[in-house]
């Protein structure tokens, strides 16, 4: 057997530690694109929610409803409203959808804790539940946030 030289030895363990500094920059990069990705997807929704709320603004029967009717996952119990209250709570069941959608989607770039995330999707389930709602956030979320409501909803609608 050789007797592997002290230099020898020296520039392995550069080489090693070169490569460790590689997979480091690595993970670095793919946390970044992580972040920007979640900053996009946020900035998204956010100028979504902006556009749908500008009709809410001002609207007087828009304090009424929620007073009167709205709970944590929405209002359930459409019967006593008119037709254009309907209409006003189906506006903030939309700005709704675009906030707990952000949440999802933030959920899954691993940017937002379970505790988080479990206690945000039970209001999304419970606004997925009143059938009223359900066509309209079938609308406007993704194939797989439709399949985990699903999954997690209690309720048949026709």
């Known amino acids: 057997m050789k007797k592997v030289s002290l230099d020898i030895w020296l520039q392995t363990l550069g080489m090693l530690g070169v490569l460790g500094g590689l997979v480091f920059v690595g993970l670095e990069m793919q946390q970044s694109q992580r972040i920007a ?22 609207n007087t029967m828009l304090s009424k409803i929620i007073n009167n009717y709205w709970d944590p996952t929405g209002i359930t119990d459409l019967e ?3 037709e254009e209250e309907r209409q006003v709570a189906l506006q903030m ?13 933030q959920y899954n770039l691993g ?6 995330f479990e206690f945000t999707m039970q209001k999304f389930v419970g606004l997925y539940d009143t059938c009223y709602y359900r066509p309209m956030i079938v609308g406007n979320v993704s194939e797989n946030i439709i ?3 699903q999954s997690r909803s209690s309720v ?3």
Request: hydrophobic share 40%.
């Open 93 to 105: 069941a939309r700005v709704a959808t675009y906030g707990l959608r952000n949440t999802f989607q």
């Open 37 to 58: 990705i979640a900053g996009q997807i946020q900035a998204r929704n956010d100028a979504l929610m902006s556009f749908l709320q500008t009709p809410l603004e001002g």
């Open 80 to 82: 006593p409203l008119t």
């Open 147 to 149: 399949e985990f409501l």
């Open 156 to 158: 048949e609608c026709d």
């Open 111 to 116: 940017m937002i804790p379970e505790d988080t």
